[in-house]
């Protein structure tokens, strides 16, 4: 039952569309080709820069976050996690509202800055690709903090401070301690994060406009619009195939690196 | 990068906890503007004065209480399915699971994986060619679809908790398969059905973007209503609606956490 619909997506990415606008069962891969076409590619380049650049300012911005919390005390902690959250609590659409009301030439940021005088026009920052980028950051970024957390909450003290007592500076315990073993849950916890990014519809369309369209734009708008039903199906075939490599190239890596692990360990 | 990174560490926490707290605020802003807009005589301008008149008005206006009975019939419902194709599920591959391929573990985790917008397109494109017509029952039927594959790990989790000597015992009693069903293992899992029925419910509720392909013209839910009265600008009505879905979703999630089962899977979004 649950993935039924997407059989159908695959087999329909295969067929034809007729100038009349019928679906045709002749079986090509033309609209995979067609994919390749060079207003495509730059659309899937520049979703996978933004997703990319977006996740790298929740890796720096949420790693400080998670190493707060990873060493605050008790219920601190709880509070500080759970504070995280709240937000993520209320409605996806109402976050997203929320951000228009405060980006817009009408908003928070505007009325401030326009109040005080700093500025004389309002700041152009709805839809625009800044938009998109603080609304990627603004949704995904707590999804980061928490792998990060956990990785340094697994983290056993006692290796900090053998290394300490090896005569290591702080940076090197870092660097040479701490880095090497929390990089497998950053890593997996960034293509999390990255994953879903790849695939935004709403955020784009929301806070970015016609001209910043994520490759899931492109597709919504491929079948909405265009009506081009086979074409559309063939991106998102596309997409799916991307993700689902990200994912398995996570898998593969993940796991050659836990064989290591347990060959020093014995 | 690992430079200003160590050095953050040495001076540790006046900074760390001062990037905290910026987090936060950003985190906060725009929600917590949302609800002061509510206040607002005039919600695009601070220096409007405070008003009650948009929550008064909220509880007169149907065009808001219609999508609100509409999104509660349609999570009901929808996570009432889910928990049974789930649960079904779950019972019926529990034993081979640990054998199952790798390739179908994950064709059942595809609405987990895949982003929303390929599932909702997916389910619009099966519906279509069904000739099935756009309204409640598709979105009831996509929003089960999609939280059934929840429900299952959820469902999953608690029967590979279960000790399976248990069951060995009622077998030992002379108990038919029937009976180890309902009377051993059921009782032992409706926490847990609890817990994937109101994670489902809550799924549904708030979906948009599956909503909004699978619902045709006619059908609103809270979040669709949301998201046609953003594009046509921003209104009073919006931000009463807004502060309205907010008490409801703390109330909801509130509910969800305070079921163990279903916890992970909220702090995990």
Not at chain 1, 5 to 13: C, D, G, W
Not at chain 1, 207 to 222: C, D, H, P, R, T
Not at chain 1, 247 to 254: D, E, K, P, T, V
Not at chain 2, 128 to 139: D, N, Q, R
């Amino acid at each position: 039952m649950t993935f039924l619909p997407f059989l159908i997506i695959l087999v329909m990415s295969f067929l034809e569309r007729t100038p009349l606008g019928t679906i045709s069962f002749h079986l090509n891969i033309n609209n995979y080709l067609r994919s390749f076409e060079y207003i495509y590619i730059k659309v899937l380049f520049k979703t996978i820069w933004l997703a990319l650049i977006a996740t790298l300012t929740c890796l720096i911005v949420g790693f400080p976050v998670a190493y707060h919390l990873a060493r605050s005390r008790g219920w601190m902690k709880q509070l500080g996690l759970i504070l995280l959250f709240i937000p993520f609590w209320t409605n996806f659409i109402l976050r997203i509202y929320g951000l228009v009301s405060l980006l817009g030439n009408h908003g928070l940021i505007n009325q401030v800055l326009l109040h005080f005088e700093l500025i004389k026009t309002p700041l152009e920052i709805l839809y625009t690709r800044t938009g998109v980028y603080l609304g990627l950051l603004y949704n995904y970024l707590p999804f980061l903090v928490v792998p990060i957390f956990s990785a340094l909450e697994k983290l056993d003290p006692s290796l900090r401070e053998a290394g300490f007592d090896l005569g290591a500076s702080r940076f090197q315990v870092f660097r040479r301690v701490v880095i090497p073993n929390i990089k497998e849950g950053i890593f997996v916890g960034s293509l999390f994060v990255f994953i879903p990014m790849l695939g935004e519809y709403v955020i784009p369309d929301l806070l970015g406009g016609a001209k910043e369209a994520f490759l899931g734009n492109i597709m919504v708008s491929q079948f909405f619009v265009m009506q081009d039903w086979p074409f559309g199906s063939a991106i998102a075939g596309m997409l799916s195939i991307l993700l689902l490599m990200t994912l398995w190239i996570q898998n593969r890596w993940s796991r050659s690196n836990g064989f290591k692990k347990g060959g020093l360990d014995a | 990068m690992d430079l200003k990174r160590g050095v953050s560490m040495r001076r540790s926490n006046p900074l760390v906890a001062t990037i905290f707290f910026i987090v936060l605020l950003f985190l906060y802003a725009p929600l917590g503007y949302l609800i002061l807009q509510t206040f607002l005589n005039n919600p695009n301008d601070l220096q409007s004065g405070f008003t009650l008149n948009w929550i008064i008005k909220l509880f007169h206006s149907p065009s808001v209480w219609d999508p609100l009975i509409t999104s509660l019939e349609i999570g009901i419902l929808s996570a009432s399915l889910a928990l049974i194709v789930g649960t079904l599920g779950a019972v019926g591959l529990v034993d081979f699971a640990a054998f199952l391929p790798a390739a179908v573990q994950s064709l059942i985790m595809l609405p987990i994986l895949l982003p929303e917008v390929i599932t909702g397109l997916s389910l619009l494109l099966f519906f279509l060619l069904l000739k099935v017509e756009l309204g409640f029952t598709t979105v009831v039927i996509a929003h089960a679809s999609f939280s059934a594959s929840f429900v299952y790990f959820i469902m999953l989790e608690q029967l590979k908790k279960l000790d399976p000597q248990m069951a060995e015992a009622a077998e030992d009693l002379g108990a038919t398969s029937n009976q180890i069903f309902w009377r051993v293992t059921m009782p032992n899992i409706i926490p847990g059905m609890m817990g994937g029925w109101l994670l489902a419910f809550t799924l549904s509720f708030d979906d948009f973007l599956i909503s909004f392909f699978t619902s045709g013209a006619g059908l609103t839910t809270l979040p669709l209503k949301i998201y046609s009265l953003m594009r046509i600008g921003i209104t009073p009505e919006l931000n009463g609606l807004s502060f309205l879905m907010i008490c409801i979703s703390t109330f909801l999630v509130l509910v969800l956490v305070s079921k163990e089962q279903s916890r992970k899977w909220v702090l995990k979004g």
